[in-house]
């Protein structure tokens, strides 16, 4: 069984920076591409960023491109979102997902992904 918890969130000015964590368990990080997803209050799910399983592709939605950064350490079982320049609409919940069925793929679809986190609350004051 595969378990994902993130962590790095919080409360930050608008201009600053966070960095999300998003540790893999249970399985070999290495099978999975991973993506980050957020959701906001009253809101779909919507894609922010993932990467393969490797981590040679990489892709963003258009909202963030130029501003947030997805990496992964397999080592560690580890994924990470570095979000700079940060704005008040990029409030929401943000979570991460494993797709153990598509290791090469970066999909921006939710329910391509089969193992999710709980997320992690990021709040960006105006």
């Known amino acids: 069984q595969v378990q994902l918890v993130e962590s790095g969130g919080g409360l930050v000015q608008a201009g600053g920076s966070l960095r999300l964590s998003c540790v893999v368990s249970?399985?070999?990080?290495?099978?999975?591409?991973m993506g980050w997803f957020r959701q906001a209050p009253g809101k779909e799910r919507v894609f922010v960023a993932a990467i393969s399983s490797s981590g040679a592709s990489t892709r963003y939605a258009d909202s963030v491109k130029g501003r947030f950064t997805i990496s992964r350490d397999n080592a560690k079982n580890t994924v990470y979102l570095q979000m700079n320049s940060l704005k008040p609409e990029d409030t929401a919940v943000y979570l991460c997902?494993?797709?153990?069925?598509?290791?090469?793929?970066?999909?921006?679809?939710?329910?391509?992904?089969?193992?999710w986190g709980q997320g992690t609350q990021v709040t960006v004051s105006s």
């Open positions: 249970g399985r070999n990080l290495m099978n999975g591409a």
């Open positions: 997902a494993a797709d153990l069925r598509r290791p090469y793929g970066t999909s921006t679809v939710a329910m391509y992904y089969d193992y």
